[in-house]
């Protein structure tokens, strides 16, 4: 079976994490690959299902086995990124990695796998509707708004470099969009 990887990412609110869980409810050849994180599980998340919550001492020492296929600081202080073993997990299992990342993470894996991984950027239509769709998440405060917006804006720089952009102004045609990027790439009738 080919070593393939789907990798989608996007700035925070521009409807991503939905894409992909409907993606991995109607695609059983993608497996969600879990990524490793260093910051504390939220009261709805499950360690070894939504991330693999680990120490910093921990993230630093995986780091000395070059046990990551990426890494970043996403936030000051606050690691994310995608174990290798995660990835051979699975393969092993016939399944293609999905991976939810990051913008640089992204770039990073595309670096390391070249053509054997499609990148997809999910392009909200517009910082404004971004906003309103934070805003209307209720979990940020003024200034966690802000820090992600200005976030956004720099993650909206790098997405010439993905393989393809999508806008998710309907996210019913974006989801449509991705999953035919996703099945041409695999190859899957």
Known sequence: MERKIIIITAPSGAGKTTIVKKLLATMPQLAFSISASTRQARANEVNGKDYYFISL???HQKIEENAFA???MVYAGKYYGTLKSELERIWSNEQFPMVDIDVK?????????????LTIFIEPPSIDALRERLSERGTETQ?????RLAKARYELSFSHEFDKIVVNDVLERAYEEVKGLVTDFLNIK
């Not at 993470?105 to 991984?117: P, V």
């Not at 200034?143 to 820090?147: F, G, I, R, V």
């Open 105 to 117: 993470g992204a770039l990073s894996i595309k670096d390391k796998y070249h053509q054997d991984a």
């Open 57 to 59: 001492d921990e993230f």
């Open 143 to 147: 200034a966690s708004l802000e820090e």
């Open 70 to 72: 990426e890494y970043e």
